[in-house]
């Protein structure tokens, strides 16, 4: 039996090297918590068991993501989004459970001795397989460019109706697991409860929170702010369940609360780290409760609860997302895209299972199959267009359609700009285009913005700039320039390769967000990367210099001289606790001082000896007392000197481990 620090360390260092793997596997960090619970938990490895300590880490973490999801709780953004959450996402999760309990009905009926389940439990589990991974499809829908798709938004308003309807499932589902023969007046006590704590906690914390988050503010003390963000969400969490409701519902509200306030921003931010890490040792316990020697003795099963609900939504959710009108291509990406079952699915099953209202044994099979759903749900996006295309024989119209339609608007064009994402810089390109008489055409997702810049007279076409096809209907081999206007480099280097392929002469100018990645674009091709972060910076200090009276020529003349060495002089910068580490920290150029003390490896040593640029490393400037000396090939270094290295963090890493040791 392991104490409460050793389980958590257990914990803590699976769940490092799971995230590790699967990141290096480009799939969600969820999975990986998943399988690190099934290979450590009592059915697996046995190196952890399901206790108390696990079971209060997997609360918190529920806890925390309903705060989170309460934060995402917009009324504005409800309104201007109703149809699709309160017509299609209500009509799938209500047409899922139904179809559920009508499944269990019917076998009940007819196989009595293989599957009994309640109409209660039927309820329960038809709430669990309604719900999708929000953490899965929002990645996915991302990194492939499609969150402002006509299918991206029909997906996220589903999601968004998923996880509001978490909050009375979680009411609904204990009220119904207690036997009581008057379950209509069980059911009315719920929500009279429901109502009441989400008056008292609406109406008199409303008029608390704005005011109460002032006087903390005004202490300026982060720590402070910290403490009262997590009494607040542990505070609401208790008061629920003191008054026989879930925790969940709770920090719900409190998020909800703080939403239309000010501080969301900065609570989104602050909230992140507990919420991952929480919501991590959440999937672990959930892991932990699977039975991988059951499963494997029932595969039959397991295979029959995987394709069988996967197939069920995928039909279910086209089929709504058609009478909505949108075309069956559309249709069938927004059912392939909630196929998978979710996060929250997890909660109400569990939830589920600790009410007893299901066979273990039965828990423990669609477990599996969630899982494994889960696992698949990648791959399935991934080739969604392709499965697409073999369903529909009018996608390869519709396709083929769209890309005629783009033909015939560049037919007649030579020497013009092709403009990839058609938002705010890149319509900024085209006025400044379309000014010195210069001809473009540009490729977008967002259907509406297409529609309302195509009314106005633009030339943007609906098209992926990252598919070959659609560059070449833009007339990419006739040409004089590419510009790929938005940030994402995964989606850059995609038509970097299609246009060098394509049109290998054609210049080709990319925005980045930032250093990072310039080396990477331009070895794909780029003609010119934009860091936006720098070329803001250039413009801030241009702008200064002007207003303190240097001469406009010679401002000019140093911004100019940036950009011709490609933001050499300007490329990293001092790192300090405010940068949020990201997945390729390791990779962005930055900047370091090393101060060289009396036994410092590299003093008495010359710069050219030392070979710092073989280790990713270059030395920017060498400070001796109180000024700088000129740095040559030649320059010897001295004890006290404080050297200023550049280069990728693992490379200054190197670097500082090679001056000091």
């Not at 089929?319 to 895209?337: I, P």
């Not at 200064?544 to 300007?570: C, F, N």
């Not at 000896?609 to 000129?630: F, P, Q």
Request: proline residues 3%; hydrophobic residues 55%; glycine residues 8%.
């Amino acid at each position: 039996m392991h104490s409460a620090l050793e389980l958590t360390l257990i914990l803590l260092s699976t769940a490092v090297l799971g995230v590790v793997a699967f990141r290096m596997l480009h799939l969600p960090p969820m999975l990986g918590y998943l399988l690190v619970g099934i290979v450590i938990g009592p059915h697996g490895l046995g190196l952890a068991s399901e206790n108390a300590t696990t079971h209060t880490l997997a609360e918190f973490g529920v806890v925390f993501l309903m705060f989170s999801i309460g934060l995402e709780f917009s009324l504005p953004k409800l309104s201007a989004m109703r149809r699709t959450v309160f017509g299609l996402g209500m009509a799938q999760v209500l047409l899922t459970i139904a179809a559920t309990m009508l499944f269990g009905w019917v076998m009940a009926r007819l196989l009595p001795q293989v599957i009994d389940i309640s109409w209660r439990a039927a309820f329960a589990l038809g709430g669990a397989l309604a719900m999708s991974s929000t953490a899965i499809v929002s990645k996915m829908l991302t990194e492939r460019l499609e969150l402002e798709s006509e299918h991206g938004r029909q997906i996220f308003g589903i999601l968004l109706f998923q996880d509001l309807a978490v909050v009375p499932l979680l009411i609904l589902v204990p009220a119904l697991a207690s036997n009581t023969d008057d379950l209509m007046s069980t059911l009315l006590l719920a929500a009279m409860k429901a109502g009441i704590v989400l008056v008292l906690l609406l109406v008199i914390g409303q008029q608390l929170m704005r005011g109460w988050f002032r006087i903390v503010v005004k202490r300026r003390s982060q720590e402070l702010f910290m403490l009262n963000l997590l009494l607040i969400t542990l505070g609401s969490a208790w008061i629920t369940e003191k008054a026989g409701l879930s925790l969940a519902l709770g920090s719900f509200v409190a998020g909800m609360l703080i939403s239309e306030t000010e501080y969301k921003h900065q609570v989104e931010e602050d909230i992140k780290p507990f919420r991952d890490v929480l919501l991590g040792l959440f999937f672990i316990s959930i892991g932990m409760l699977l039975n991988v020697r059951l499963v494997l003795e029932n595969w039959w099963l397991v295979l029959l609860l995987l394709t069988g609900p996967v197939l069920l939504k995928f039909a279910l959710i086209a089929a709504l997302a058609k009478l909505t009108g949108v075309s069956t291509g559309v249709a069938l990406r927004t059912g392939l895209g909630l196929a998978q079952a979710g996060e929250f699915g997890f909660v109400l099953l569990n939830q589920a299972g600790g009410l007893q209202l299901m066979d273990p044994l039965i828990i423990q099979l669609i477990l599996a199959s969630m899982v494994l759903s889960m696992l698949v749900a990648p791959f399935i996006i991934d080739k969604s267009d392709a499965i697409v295309m073999k369903l529909s024989a009018n996608e390869w119209m519709m396709q083929s359609l769209a890309l005629t339609q783009i033909a015939s608007r560049t037919m007649t064009v030579q020497k013009h700009v092709v403009i990839a994402g058609f938002g705010r810089s890149g319509q900024s390109l085209a006025k400044l285009l379309e000014e010195e008489g210069i001809a473009y055409h540009a490729l977008d997702l967002d259907p509406d913005r297409v529609r309302e810049a195509q009314a106005a007279g633009a030339n943007v076409s609906y098209g992926d700039a990252a598919r070959r096809e659609s560059l070449v209907a833009a007339g990419i081999h006739r040409a004089a320039a590419l510009v790929i206007t938005y940030a994402s480099t995964p989606s850059a280097l995609k038509v970097l390769h299609f246009a060098h392929d394509l049109a290998p002469a054609l210049p080709v100018i990319v925005r980045s967000h930032d250093d990072s990645d310039l080396d990477k674009l331009r070895e794909a091709g780029a003609a010119e990367v934009v860091p936006e972060a720098i070329e803001g910076s250039l413009m801030l200090a241009s702008h200064a210099l002007v207003m303190l009276g240097i001469p406009l020529r010679r401002v000019v003349h140093r911004v100019q001289a940036a950009r011709d060495e490609r933001y050499a002089s300007l490329r990293g910068y001092f790192h300090g606790a405010s940068d949020a580490p990201d997945d390729a920290e390791h990779l962005h150029v930055r900047l370091h001082s090393v101060n060289l003390g009396e036994g410092a490896r590299a003093v008495g040593k010359s710069l050219a000896a030392l070979r710092l640029a073989e280790l990713g490393a270059e030395v920017t400037i060498v400070r001796r007392g109180k000024s700088r000396i000129e740095i040559t090939p030649d320059t010897v270094l001295q004890a006290g000197d404080i050297v200023v290295l550049r280069g990728t963090t693992d490379g200054v890493a190197r670097a500082e481990d090679h001056l000091l040791k």
